[in-house]
């Protein structure tokens, strides 16, 4: 069973600093996916990553993925108050013609002034 | 330009009463998934359908169905509502990842309360 961990769960940080979230994944899979979700709200698409040591970059967002270590990473950079949001990386299990999504657990950022 | 549509957006009814959620889209897209989104938790899959071949996930309730009259239309059924049936439920699209495509076209949701 895919399992996918992300860490930290909660992480404040202040304005202009730079931090790393991390996504684990159990089981061998090409297609991961990071998702930004204000509260209340539906999940808004950051990054699709589909191969190993695939790189993708918006604004001061930076996700990779590393397939061998089953690991990626959303980068932040400089951080500002309108980044604050649950963040969830999801894999897809399935490998087929659909998209089965299991998502991590989801990191809660906070960016203080 | 909506693209995925769910109605209502705010769904209140009482324990043990059927509620229906819907979803539809404009994108023409092959596969629906639905999703439960309890409170403070990850997004979790119920079942989806590619084209009209439904495929429900093993620890999906009973108490949940679906249904797909046509492409643009999908509606999730709760027979019996309970307590913690409280959440937010999220329709997502996908074209046949066959085809290159591997994006997931998610909905604004529909918040369900159970009183």
């Known amino acids: 069973e895919l399992k996918v961990e992300q860490n930290p769960l909660f992480l404040s940080m202040q304005e202009g600093k730079n931090y790393t979230i991390y996504c684990n994944y159990s089981t061998t899979s090409d297609r991961l996916y990071w998702y930004r979700q204000d509260p209340g709200k539906s999940l808004e698409s950051l990054f699709v990553l589909l191969s190993n040591g695939a790189v993708k970059q918006e604004g001061r967002l930076m996700a990779s993925l590393d397939t061998k270590a089953r690991l990626s990473t959303l980068h932040i950079t400089a951080a500002v108050h309108d980044l604050s949001a649950t963040y969830f990386c999801?894999?897809?299990?399935?490998?087929?013609?659909?998209?089965?999504?299991?998502f991590g657990t989801g990191t809660l950022l906070a960016v203080q002034p | 330009d909506a693209m995925v549509i769910q109605n209502p957006r705010y769904q209140v009814t009482q324990f043990g009463k059927p509620v229906t959620l819907s979803c539809s889209q404009t994108?023409?897209?092959?596969?629906m998934y639905w999703y439960q989104q309890k409170s403070s938790q990850a997004p979790k899959l119920l079942f989806h359908?590619?084209?009209?071949?439904?495929?429900n996930e093993a620890d999906t309730p009973d108490n949940f169905q679906s249904r797909r009259p046509n492409t643009s239309f999908c509606f999730l059924d709760i027979r019996s509502p309970g307590l913690g049936d409280a959440a937010m439920y999220l329709c997502?699209?996908?074209?046949?990842?066959?085809?290159?495509?591997?994006?997931?076209?998610f909905g604004p949701g529909t918040r369900l309360t159970v009183t």
């Open positions: 994108l023409n897209h092959n596969v």
């Open positions: 999801a894999v897809d299990s399935y490998g087929g013609a659909t998209n089965k999504l299991i």
């Open positions: 997502a699209t996908s074209r046949d990842v066959t085809v290159e495509s591997y994006e997931q076209y």
């Open positions: 359908y590619y084209d009209k071949d439904f495929n």
